[in-house]
């Protein structure tokens, strides 16, 4: 039984299954990518455990529900358009007479982040300087 030549050379290695599995990799990674669509990403709202409560008189407070419905100061918005957002911003601007006024987001965890950017850029177009953002108490559910 002969073990070859000490001498002799490596034959070629067989890449022919290794490409095999990088195409079927690169055909999944093809098939998946439509799939995903990060303009519809769900955002949770964060949890802090020292919250400070704001006065509610002050300011104004923007509340967006799971489907996108948004009511500015408790008076719902008939259109989720940005010039409709914007102008009902002015409207409540006007209404307290401040320029200098903080807007307060309070997002379901379950609304759309572009939900959510449309109103601030509507705010930020409004003239509105200060955006936060509610979060929930840990454990207050």
Do not use: H, W
Not at 19 to 32: C, K
Not at 63 to 91: C, H, L, M, W, Y
Not at 116 to 128: L, P, R
């Amino acid at each position: 039984m002969s073990m070859g030549e000490a001498g002799s050379n490596f034959e070629e290695i067989n890449v022919t299954p290794l490409t095999d599995v990088f195409l079927v990799l690169l055909v999944i990674m093809i098939l998946i990518a439509p799939l995903i669509d990060k303009s519809e990403l769900k955002i949770k709202p964060p949890e802090t455990q020292n919250a400070k409560k704001d006065d509610e008189s002050k300011g104004i407070f923007i509340d967006v529900d799971e489907t996108g419905q948004i009511a500015i100061n408790g008076r719902f918005v008939p259109s989720n358009e940005p010039a409709v957002i914007k102008e009902k911003i002015e409207e409540q601007l006007k209404k307290l007479g401040k320029k200098d006024v903080a807007c307060t987001v309070n997002a379901d965890a379950e609304s759309k982040q572009k939900d959510i950017v449309a109103i601030m850029q509507a705010a930020a177009e409004a003239g509105i300087k200060r955006m936060r953002v509610a979060t929930q108490q840990a454990g207050s559910y």
